[in-house]
């Protein structure tokens, strides 16, 4: 079957594009304003695209709420907007989609503009922890660190940190109502997502909290191209054996054979089938009692990989369907993959078993149990915020499983499944912003009950700031608990 990048990851990154940039750079393209009639004419076709296509259209509201919803979003522009904020104004809007997969991006014309732009920064690095934030370095070595490391901020240029918070938070797409994946994804990029949303002045206000007292810093930005990323992965060994095309990494733990741990970083679309018959067949050799299933930050990829994957594991057979009331794209003009939509329909249509009701095709596809070396051990599965689409659809078959519990966080990706299959980019022809939207629904048959949530894990954990910072595993810290105390 056809595999689909769900890139929740690479989508988030996307959103870094809300940016404020000097006017003497390049003023067309990352100052110009755009007349309230083009961007109305922009919004109304985003409108026409999503009562048109978009799976979540019936799900959680019927289409007559975003009608007026949509209607009411383009009447209510009544001046010129940059691009920027044109964006900002789309992006809350398809909020109420509620789909990790639907997506607003800049135009390619601003994307090359601001990629060349030095832009400010705080040289102070954060790190979100929940609703809390902390300074965990400096980056911009001329300048003195008059604040230590660890400290918890209290407000950014006089905005408290709980409304910063709930702000980026806005502006992270994901499945339902989840919210861990909006934690996740807003501490990951917060140091990023921050300025691009609240401004870049030349100075910025500090109040944060040392011991039992308040202090204030006022700072200089620090000018780059961009951040490194926090520093947030578990510390790795060597001993993981990396098949980087695949995005597998494996190794066995201790002696005995007791502990094989599976790192997936993403579902790829090759390489996977060789991975896993060494894997699997090296768990049947060695008889392998317990096997964790690392699924934490993978924001998925191929269907198919993820069926295969499900056949080692797998007890009985199972089914899932997608489903679409698309024949042809809307609006082809404005985008580009209608051939290749209609033969992903026909291949489905052979794959899997087809049916139609009303405008809706269903296609149904058998996940098969795999012939050799399957597993039927303990079997420990890693799930976060980052845990979405295709690595949430191996958790929600697995969960039912015997011998097997969840650790971590409540996933990312919604436990009834999501809209995916294939996603096409739409492009609005005043502004060049483009819009990502899905032409299918994936539903998991094992439990197709509409939650709006991820799947929850078994033994949920916690992080705190100092965890976080030193890079602890809380999960394979319990994991090895768990099959001490079967000894």
């Known amino acids: 079957m056809p595999g689909f990048q769900s890139g929740l990851y690479s989508l988030f990154i996307s959103l870094l594009f809300f940016v404020q940039v000097p006017a003497q750079k390049k003023p067309d393209v990352l100052t110009r304003k755009y007349p309230a009639e083009a961007l109305r004419a922009d919004l109304a076709l985003l409108k026409r695209v999503v009562l048109a296509m978009h799976p979540s259209v019936g799900i959680y509201h019927d289409k007559a709420f975003y009608e007026t919803y949509f209607e009411k979003a383009v009447l209510g522009i009544k001046d010129s907007m940059s691009e920027k904020s044109f964006r900002v104004y789309c992006k809350q809007l398809i909020e109420e989609l509620h789909c990790g997969h639907t997506e607003v991006m800049g135009s390619k014309a601003y994307n090359k503009a601001i990629s060349k732009a030095k832009l400010n920064y705080s040289p102070y690095i954060f790190l979100p922890v929940q609703d809390k934030l902390f300074v965990i370095a400096n980056l911009n070595k001329k300048q003195d660190s008059l604040v230590p490391k660890g400290v918890e901020v209290k407000s950014l240029n006089t905005i408290s940190v709980d409304s910063l918070m709930r702000y980026c938070r806005r502006f992270i797409s994901t499945d339902g109502y989840n919210q861990t994946s909006k934690y996740h994804y807003v501490q990951l990029g917060f140091n990023t997502l921050y300025p691009s949303l609240f401004g870049r002045p030349d100075t910025i206000q500090m109040e944060y909290q040392e011991g039992n007292t308040t202090k204030e810093h006022r700072y200089t930005a620090f000018k780059v191209k961009n951040i490194p990323p926090i520093p947030l992965k578990k510390e790795e060994d060597s001993l993981f054996k990396s098949h980087k095309k695949a995005g597998v990494r494996y190794r066995e733990v201790g002696s005995e054979n007791r502990l094989f741990i599976l790192k997936m970083d993403k579902f790829a679309n090759s390489s996977y089938n060789k991975v896993y018959r060494r894997v699997f067949k090296k768990l049947e050799k060695e008889n392998t009692q317990h096997l964790v299933l690392d699924l934490r930050n993978n924001g998925g990829g191929s269907l ?173 810290k319990k994991v090895l608990d768990l099959i001490n105390t079967t000894r």
């Open 304 to 476: 198919a990989n993820a069926y295969k994957l499900l056949g080692y594991f797998m007890d009985s057979v199972y089914t899932q369907t997608l489903y679409t009331r698309v024949k042809n794209y809307p609006e082809k003009k404005h985008t580009r993959g209608n051939l290749t939509f209609k033969l992903t329909r026909s291949i489905f249509s052979v794959i899997g078993k087809k049916t139609s009701r009303q405008d809706t095709d269903y296609y149904a596809y058998t996940i098969k149990i795999a012939k050799k070396h399957h597993y039927s051990g303990n079997l420990y599965v890693l799930i976060n915020g980052g845990s979405f689409s295709a690595s949430c659809l191996v958790g929600a078959y697995l969960k039912g499983r015997k011998n097997t519990v969840f650790l971590g966080e409540e996933s990312g990706g919604a436990a009834e499944g999501c809209n995916a299959g294939i996603t096409p980019y739409y492009t609005l022809p005043n502004t060049g912003i483009r819009l990502r939207v899905p032409a299918f629904r994936v539903v998991h048959d094992l439990n197709p009950k509409l939650t709006g949530h991820g799947i929850v894990p078994d033994y949920p954990m916690v992080y705190s700031f100092k965890d976080l910072i030193t890079r602890k595993d809380l999960e394979l």
